[in-house]
């Protein structure tokens, strides 16, 4: 006892909690300035009003008026203060702020400005321009230090049930796993808590889930922005970012990469890939506007971008003028945009496409083979929805074929050869042996099976420069002449084996190529193919000396270059394929049968074509993934342009030129060697250990991750305006920290959540309402609403549905019908990607919301409604609402209802109704129910049996909802009981708090 007592009195002399409070200008003076007057009399001298600047000592202090006979304010004698005068004023015409300001100063608040001028008007640097010089102590001393000078005390430590919750969700996002509960809760070792901080720092899902952050202050998309909002590839960025995390990257190195990776001496293609950071703002390629326009908005965004996100200042309120509540001019503006203005960027963005500068690369967390499975998948999904689209469409569909088929007569018989396609569209590939294509003498095969006999075949191809061919060793032809393909009936195929074979033959030193399709025709007028690609096995022969077999390579899709389009006039489809097409049943239709169907009906159907052409130039924006296993990615490259202020902001009129740097409030911002300063001093300066900002920024911002509010609450902005710390010096001790321990992320964020302040109960007591309302001191663990994508994951998770592939392309799960095409340019002749929400199907619905396709201008409702932003541009705070829409996405989204009916059929499978709710109990909201709480449920759910016993039809509609099959093999009545009494759990308060 006598030892406890000595450490608290030391920690209070250490803290000087026995001094009585003192008037600071940082915490107690400069925001009531700052809200009420630097509008008037801030640092913009410019707009001083009557020559008068409070923001300093030497400005507030000096002589005013003609005689100079009057100061503003009189440090020591308030009575002596102009300021003290106008401020208590009776008269209207003379009181400040001005009523037309709409702003007044409480009676407090001129309490303690008289008090501070009084006591001398001592002014302080901004607070977060200084250097941090912390005292020594733990993230408990400080806090507890504050929560004995307002008289509280900190809570107990939460029980492990509640930890292992809190924690697994704050770390990764998801909820623990049945398993990790009951391993947490039943290990008694002392190190037990430590262990699983460990653990769950090094899982994949915890560093995808500090990348779902960054995406908001990178402004990650997966569409352009502006009026047209149409498709870019920026996901090789978001892999590069949750590789980083995986690896614990440096946070300087992270920050170093992603603002000049392309400057660093000998460059890699990542870390060229990480400066996508910087471009990931919108662009537009619209008619009529002026590129140069917004070349200066691309930039000055990415100003604005890095400005917040790793300094915390709002830089762009210098763009017109200087600022007017930071020690920001605007000519300090247009020098730390001049880092930015050196960049081939244009202003006109591209179509459908990424805009230059860009680059091809590798995913570093997906296999080439992962990135073409799902690019593949994607293409097929399109596919399909040629087959089967939209209901509406089908509907339409169908009636024409009843009607077209009526008015359509069969064809002759000798007239089928005529109307067999050389080849379906997008398949037939050039190939060579080698990548190279300099081989003068190639061979080629291929082995295919027919289950039956064909009714007649024929064979396309040609050569660059000339082949034979043969099939089955008898020879079918040959051809010389590269740009006039050849096309041979074949009449030696077989029932089962067969082999296709080609000599081919190249000019020396020439690139070379062979392409080849056969068409078979089976029994029921069905049509397949066979093309040449990668499947195709090769091998060289070279004086008479052969190599071993190998796979072709594919050198160009037919009709792209270098070969393009060989033939002049495609194959027209007559009456006589389209009646066979119509003719055959619709679950047997060949691809070939399907295109002749709606290339027929889309002559007709103004919406059909426009709905086909939306799915051609979708596949179309990612058939290079799907070929190479790469995608290009959006970068920043260096090209010199000089950099003039521009008057008001406008684009076009120049102003002095000026040379990259940056603010003189902050340390020097040097260059190498005397020469021009670039994104590279930028990023340098940026983490040097002097710059007071970088640090601070970052730590605040994980606080903020952890506890939901930062130790500055403002975290996006550390100036004038932005709130005073609540703890400034654990954030300058935290700050310290972590650049001595080499800017470990995980390390400062282990330390989080090490902490007895973290691991409080988050119970609040009447005392803590009156003291503390809003939780800035922390006597208590607090209480917020999980992120968007965290609340869907958790749904998923909860259900035993979530995909947890870590990577890769975005993906399109279930979206409300029509909401792309209502507010952007679909149906524009012209035509543009992401102009109609095209859902995906199969595991890529479960994926990790973070994967979820993002459109700028319609991103997914669901996540709007729980208050994610719409990343057009930089944002490192969500707010956070609380409204009746949330609830009616937890009810009636496809997305709940049917993770609701998953994890009713996990419930389902146990032994009695009792267990069945406590595993619905476990895995949604971390804990077992309560005896009141299993009995309403267990009531609920014979009132939901019986109630849908007499209507069977209704619990068929709920629980089809989704494309996941039912696990409850019970009467349906039962399913969709059990499906409701999950949607129960699903909307309680627990389970979308963190708590």
Known sequence: MMTSRLTILLVAISFDLSKAEEIKFNRNIRPILSD???????????????????????????????????????????????????????????????????????????????????????????????????????????????????????????????????????????????????????????????????????????????????????????????????????????????????????????????????????????????????????????????????????????????????????????????????PITQEEYYKFFAFFNTSSEPGNGSTNSNTAPIIEANSLICSPERVKRDAGFRLTELENMRIRPEPRMVTMRDAWEKKTLKNLTPPKLDEKSKNMPTFPENTAHWIWNALNQMSENVEFKKEFKLKELPEEAQVWFTCDNECSVKINNTLVGSNSDWTKPKKIQITGLIKGSNVISVNAMNEKNSPAGLIL???????????????????????????????????????????????????????????????????????????????????????????????????????????????????????????????????????DQHG?????????????????????????????????????????????????????????????????????????????????????????????????????????????????????PYNKLLARAPRFRLDAEFVRDSALAAGGLLNREIGGPSVYPYQPDGLWSEISHYGYPAGFTSQKYLPGTGRSNYRRSMYTVWKRTSPPPTMVIFDAPNREICNVRRLQTNTPLQALVLQNDPQYLEAARSLGGIMASTKTMAKGIEIGFLRVIGRKPNSIELRILISSFNEYRDSYFNRQNDAKSLIQIGESKSKIKDKIEEQAAWTLIASTLLNMDEFVTRQ
Not at 695 to 702: D, G, K, L, S
Request: a positive charge; charged letters at 25%; one cysteine or more.
């Open 517 to 651: 399709s056969v068409a078979i025709r089976l029994s029921k007028d069905k049509v397949i193919h066979l093309v040449t690609d990668s499947t195709w096995d090769t091998r060289e022969t070279k004086n008479n000396n052969k190599q071993d077999w190998s796979k072709a390579v594919e050198i160009a899709k037919y009709g792209d270059n270098p070969w393009g389009n060989l033939e002049t006039k495609k194959e027209k489809k007559s009456n006589n394929s389209l009646f066979l097409a119509l003719k055959a049943d619709a679950q047997e239709r060949s691809k070939d049968q399907w295109k002749t169907i709606n290339d027929a009906f889309a002559t007709e159907s103004g919406p059909f074509k426009i709905y086909q052409n939306q799915l051609n130039l979708e596949e179309k924006a990612i058939r290079k993934s799907a070929d190479t296993g790469r995608s290009t990615v959006m970068v920043m490259n260096y090209k010199p342009r000089k950099t003039h202020i521009l008057i008001r902001g406008a684009y």
């Open 36 to 326: 009420n007057c630097f509008s008037c009399h801030g640092p913009n001298s410019k707009d001083a009003k009557g020559g008068l600047q409070l923001h300093s000592k030497s400005t507030a202090t000096a002589p005013l008026g003609k005689t100079k006979n009057r100061r503003a304010i009189a440090p020591g004698n308030k009575e002596a203060s102009e300021m003290w005068t106008r401020i208590n004023a009776l008269d209207p015409e003379d009181r400040m702020p001005p009523i037309k300001s709409n702003h007044a100063l409480s009676k407090n608040q001129i309490k303690v400005i008289g008090q501070w001028i009084d006591e001398g008007a001592k002014y302080q640097e901004h607070w977060s321009f200084q250097s941090p010089d912390p005292p020594v102590g733990t993230i408990d001393q400080f806090i507890r230090a504050e929560l004995k000078r307002n008289g509280l005390n900190p809570s107990k430590i939460a029980n492990k049930t509640t930890l292992i919750r809190r924690l697994t969700q704050d770390l990764t996002g998801l909820p623990p796993s049945l398993e990790e509960i009951k391993n947490f809760t039943s290990d008694t070792e002392s190190t037990t808590y430590e262990k699983e901080v460990d653990r769950l720092l090094s899982t994949r899902a915890a560093a995808e889930r500090l990348t779902v952050n960054w995406m908001d202050g990178a402004r990650y998309a997966d569409t352009n922005g502006y009026s047209i909002d149409d498709h870019r590839d920026m996901w090789i960025w978001r892999d590069w970012v949750i590789h980083a995390f995986l690896e614990n990257m440096p946070f300087n190195q992270f920050t170093l990469e992603q603002i000049a990776g392309d400057l660093i001496p000998k460059a890699t293609e990542q870390q060229k890939v990480a400066t996508g950071f910087l471009r990931n703002s919108m662009n537009t390629h619209e008619g009529g506007t002026i590129a140069e326009e917004y070349r200066v908005t691309y930039t000055a965004d990415k100003v604005d971008t890095v400005s917040t996100v790793f300094m915390g200042l709002t830089m762009k309120c210098a763009q017109c003028h200087d600022h007017k509540y930071d």
């Open 656 to 772: 002095k030129e000026v040379q990259s740097g940056g603010p003189a409030t902050l340390p020097p911002l040097n260059g190498q060697n005397n020469s021009a300063k670039t994104r590279l001093d930028l990023a340098k300066w940026l983490i040097n250990p002097s710059h007071p900002l970088t640090a601070r920024v970052i730590v605040n911002r994980y606080w903020q991750m952890i506890f939901g509010t930062g130790l500055v609450k403002t975290s996006e902005d550390f100036g004038t305006q932005g709130e005073y710390p609540s703890h400034p010096k654990l954030l300058d001790r935290l700050a310290n920290d972590f650049i001595k321990n080499g800017w470990n992320l995980r390390k400062l964020i282990k330390r989080i959540v090490m902490s007895e302040t973290y691991r409080q109960e988050s119970v609040i007591t009447p005392k803590m309402m009156e003291k503390d």
